[in-house]
Structures are given as C-alpha cells and as structure tokens.
C-alpha cells in the first residue's frame, strides 16, 4: 500500500461494533433493490458517521463527464470547496482523488499538512484540511470510483486502525451499487416494453391488449381523421373520457381545443348558458356577453358526457347544432357557426330511454354515427396486471420509490375481484395500497378489497330462474364477455343467450 501516508500509529482501535454494524447495513442494502442515487447517498452516510467524518462525496465513472468520472453524491461542501478538491492537475488534493483512481490503493492523512505528498496542495492549505481518507470502489478488477471523506476541524481522525473498515466497506458498496444499478435497468427496460406495448396495442393512457381492448383500438384508429360524431357506451369507470381524449388529441383537430362537460352537474338553465353562451341582461347575474363552450371548442371537440341527462329543450338545441352547425346564445336573436365534432357518452342504455321518451330519436342517430362500447373491467380480466403495473408507477414515487410489483397472492386476487366500479376503482386501489405497502411487493392485505367483490357461492334458497342469471353472466366474465364462446362453453345458442341477456338487461358482448 505505496500510497499511504500516517504520521502516528499509536491511535487506539475504532468501535469495532460500530464498524460492524455498518457492514452489516451496507450488507443489508445489497438486496434491497434501492435506487443507485438513494444507495450512494447511503453508502456515503453511513460511511461518515462511521469514521466520523465531517465531509464526504464519492466520485462515480459517468461516460459524459470530461474526465470520465463525477461527483455522484455529497455531504457538507460548498461548490467551490469540491471543485478544489476534485478538479485536475498537481495543486489541491484533488490529486488524492486521482492518485487512488491511478493505483487502486487507498490514501489515508492522519496530519494532512504535515505529508510531504499532499500537504502543500492549494485545497488542503485553503480549506484547512486536518485528515483525509480516500479508498477506491471495485467491481471485480475494474476501478469504478472512490469514496472520499475528511475533516477540517481536527487532525487525526482515520488512522491504518479505518483502513481494514473502509477497504471492506467499499468492496461491499460497490457490489450493493452494481446490484442497484441492474435492478434500475430492469426497471426501465419494464418501462420500456409497457411503453412499446402501448404504442402497438392502444394510446397514451389507454391500457390494454384483451380481445376486447383490441377491438376498441381498431375503431378508434378509423374515426381519428374524421368529422363523424361518436358515442362512447359502457359503465361508469371505463375510461370513457380517456377514450374520448384519445380521438381528439390523435386526430386532425388536435391542435383545437377540447372542452368536456358533465351534463348532469348543472340544472337546465346554467347548463344552457355553459353550453351556448348568453348576452348581457338575459337573466339576474348576466352582466356581461358570455361565449359557451361550443364557442370555445370552435375548430375542435366537445365531449358530452352522460348525454341522456340533456332535458328535451337542450337535446333540440345540440340536434341544431349536429344538423346546422349553428348555436344560439341564451337572450341572443342571432344564430352562430360553429364547427365542432361532437364525441358523447352515456352508461345508460339510450334505447330504453328513447322507448319510454326521454330522448329524441333522431338526436340519437345523429350522436351515433360511430358507437364504440368499452369493456367493463371484468370483462377484460388480462388487462388487469397491466394496468395495476401502470397505476402502480404512477404512485410508486418519493417515499414509495422502493416498491417494485405485485405478489403473486396480491395478482391473483385483482384478477378475480369483480370491480364494479371498473378501471376507477382498480385505480384507486393501487394507490391505496401503495400508501399502506410496507415491503417492496404489494400484498393482498396491502390491497383491502372488499370481500363481496370476490364472492363466488349462491344462496341455496334462490329461484333456478336466479341460479341460471348468475351462473351464465359468470361464464360471460370468464370468457371476457365473448358471446359465441359463452355459448358454446354453456351448450345454448348464441340467439337463446343474447334474448337471456337482454332479458336481463345485461350489456352483449362481441359476436
């Protein structure tokens, strides 16, 4: 060990428990699949606190850097007091840095000023540096960096007593930092092929390669390009704005606004005034011109969610605006142009409402020109460890960085809860159960799904007429909803199983 210089050997030994103990931490993070920056700053604590060290960084190889190597992680410097001691060249005690990079061996200053090697350098006489001990990080024969610590304050705080620590500690932090940085670049190239998957299979935002997925992605892929409107069927949690999103922002108006609205939210009047404007004086509180939102999405799209809750004199007012392209404001005499593409959503089946008259026909084939119905959840069950992988790193960030995935117990249960509130709910539960994970891995007590969402058993005392209803939509379930499946696994026919399910008012799966 040439490059060693101590001017006392007589220190007494260190706390030999601390030091252990601090091995036996930096042991324990080798297979705790931390992020390389959360363990560098680790490593360099723990290393301070060990040997009492009052300042400290560790100077990494990174391709980038100038001179092939970077501070990656520091404590207590100022800017200027690191560039001096890093920085090339004979003067400051950047060439301790450079000495251990040169040889491998480490360099240990019980008396920094008093060495005939380092002691007149411009860093050590600048900032009064009393000790230094610099040790080099190893993977195998290849020098990956060094750890560097020392103290202004006093004199002799390492002596050849550190080195056994050190050497042993920087061997087992360069193999937790090459395990850290293989877990990280399993963790991007997971990202990666989420990402890839995404590309080939649907939108930004839109997860999913089922069978049924597929589907909703083909007919979205031919209706970007065009002016025809689209209503967008399903239950609530389906994502129905998303999708809705997808075609505005992926089609040719992208660069126009896209402006959506609940049309349950407001009553008749304010909605009215939302929707097309008013001028001033046309009712208390008007004092001023107003634009609606058909003005503001001129050139672009306008999402009506829940369409079926427009009142009769609001459903005759949008047919206008479908047949005309014309608006008129609340108060005003004069009609307006408009160029809007017009994309509607509703959970209800707007059929029955046209039977029992809440809804105007020909509104309705005007607004379903293109129909597009999204899957409930369960009728999507291989969707679902993808999207729990999405949501999951969505809120796998600051103090819940470290979790990584699913148990296999924790994937098994979401593929067989039921989600009634669908791609909303499973949301919601995975960032749920990320707040409550104490490990790496969620876990099905991390995940708190109700226990009726999973319940498979019939009461005994229910009618046969009950039995059968429960027992095909669950083979619907298991076949993702897929009619002639379904019915060739239950034996009937697909006509006996599509009067069953619109009996029973189920929404029909694909032919």
């Known amino acids: 060990m040439s490059e060693i210089t101590e001017q006392r050997t007589a220190q007494p030994d260190g706390d030999l428990l601390t030091a252990l103990n601090a091995l036996s931490e930096i042991a324990a993070t080798i297979n705790s699949g931390r992020y390389p920056q959360r363990l560098l ?38 800017q200027d007091e690191l560039d001096g001691v890093v920085k090339e060249g004979a003067e400051g005690s950047g060439s301790v840095v450079r000495s251990v990079l040169a040889s491998g061996e480490p360099v240990l200053l019980y008396e ?20 230094i001990a610099a040790v080099p990080l190893r993977l195998k024969a290849r020098q990956i960096g060094v750890i560097y610590l020392d103290s202004v304050s006093r004199r002799g705080r390492f002596t050849r007593q550190s080195l056994p620590f050190l050497q042993a500690f920087a061997n087992q932090a360069a193999v937790a930092l090459e395990n850290a940085t293989f877990v990280q670049s399993l963790r991007n190239e997971n990202r990666r092929l989420r990402t890839e998957v995404q590309r080939v299979h649907g939108f930004d935002g839109i997860i999913g390669q089922s069978a049924r997925m597929r589907e909703v992605f083909e007919t979205v892929n031919r209706v970007l390009d065009t002016d025809a409107s689209v209503l967008l069927g399903g239950e609530s949690g389906t994502g129905k704005e998303v999708i809705a999103r997808a075609i505005h922002y992926n089609g040719h108006r992208r660069e126009k606004a896209f402006v959506a609205i609940f049309c349950g939210a407001l009553p008749d009047d304010l909605l009215e005034s939302e929707l097309f404007g008013h001028k001033k004086g046309s009712f208390t509180g008007a004092v001023a011109d107003k634009k609606g939102l058909f003005d503001v999405a001129d050139g672009g799209t306008v999402f009506l969610d829940e369409v079926a809750d427009l009142s009769p004199k609001l459903q005759t007012a949008l047919l206008r605006v479908l047949q005309e392209g014309e608006i008129k404001r609340v108060g005003d005499t004069q009609m307006r142009k ?15 409402e046209i039977d029992e008259r809440a809804f105007r026909e020909d509104l309705f084939y005007r607004l379903n020109t293109i129909d597009i119905v999204l899957p409930p959840l369960r009728h999507r069950r291989d969707d679902i ?63 708190r799904l109700p226990d009726e969402g999973a319940d498979t058993s019939l009461d005994p005392d229910l009618p046969m007429r009950e039995v059968e209803r429960r027992h095909v939509l669950r083979s619907l379930e298991h076949h993702e909803g897929n009619i002639s499946e379904t019915a060739r696994a239950l034996g009937v026919s ?6 069953r399910l619109k009996e029973w008012n189920e929404e029909d799966g694909p032919d």
Not at 112 to 131: K, M, N, P, Y
Not at 340 to 351: E, F, G, H, W
Not at 494 to 499: A, K, N, S, T
């Open 338 to 352: 408009v160029d809007v593409r017009i994309i509607s959503a509703s959970n209800k089946d707007l059929k029955a």
């Open 112 to 131: 920094a000023s008093a060495d005939e090697r380092f002691g007149s350098t411009q860093s050590v006489v600048l900032q009064h540096i009393q000790s």
């Open 494 to 499: 697909r006509r006996w199983l599509h009067y």
């Open 385 to 447: 460890p993808l999207l729990a992988a999405h949501f999951l790193d969505q809120f796998a960030t600051g103090t819940r960085a470290h979790l990584r995935g699913f148990t296999s117990e924790a994937l098994d249960a979401l593929r067989q809860y039921r989600w009634p509130g669908n791609v909303r709910e499973l949301e919601n539960a995975i960032e749920r159960a990320a707040v409550m994970a104490r490990g790496d891995l969620i876990d099905t007590a991390d995940l």
């Open 41 to 78: 700053e680790t490593v360099l604590e723990t290393a301070m606190r060990t040997l009492d060290a009052e300042r400290g960084f560790i100077f990494l190889e990174d391709d980038e850097a100038e001179i092939g190597f970077a501070v990656k992680a520091q404590q207590n410097f100022t």
